[in-house]
C-alpha cells in the first residue's frame, strides 16, 4: 500500500514538475519527486542510493537551480496601447513617453536595487489575448491618460509594485493594478 502511494506521488510530482508554470515550483516539486525516490529507494533495501538521490536530487540539485534561477532574474514588461510610444524611437527610453516611461523608470530603478533586469516588449495585439497567454510577467496599458498594470495573482513582486504605488514612489500619479488568474480573468 505505501509503495503504491509513493509510486502515485512520484507521478504526481512528475506531472507537477512539467506542467508548473512558475520556475520556482517546478524546482520545489523536482525536489519532491527527488526525496519521495529516494524513499522508494530504501524501500527498496537500496540505502546507499536512496542517501545519494537524496543529497544530490533533493538538496544539492535544488539549490543549485534556485541559485541559477536567482542569478537568471528578470521580469518581462509588455507595453500595449498607442499612448505610450512616441512614433519616432530617438528618446533613449525604447520609444516610451510620458507616464509610461516614469513608470517603467521607477520599476528598473526598484528591481535594479534587487539584481532584477526588466524587458521590455512591445505589443499591438488585443488586451484580452495578452491576458489570455500571459507569457509577461506584467502587462502595461496606457489608455485615456489612466495607466494599467496587469500582473500575475500569485506574483509576488506585483505586491512590491503595489506597495511602491501605495507609498507614491513610482513616479507617477495614477497607476492601477490589476492581478489575473492564469486563463485571463482579473481582479479590477
Known sequence: MLEKGMLIGLLVFAIM???AVNFRRAIIYSAVFSLIMSLIFLQYKAPDVAIAE?????A???VLYLVALRKQER???CLLGGDCFSPEDDTGN???VGEASLLVQALSAHFGREKIALKLIRSDEPLELLLEQQYFDLLLCQADHQLT??????DYRLDAI???AQENKLGVDRVRIVRCERGGSCDA
Open 75 to 77: 521580469i518581462t514588461v
Open 94 to 96: 525604447n520609444g516610451l
Open 60 to 62: 544539492l540539485a535544488t
Open 149 to 154: 498594470l496587469y500582473g500575475k495573482q500569485t
Open 17 to 19: 514538475t512539467v506542467q
Open 162 to 164: 503595489d506597495r511602491l
Open 54 to 58: 537524496a543529497i544530490i536530487g533533493s
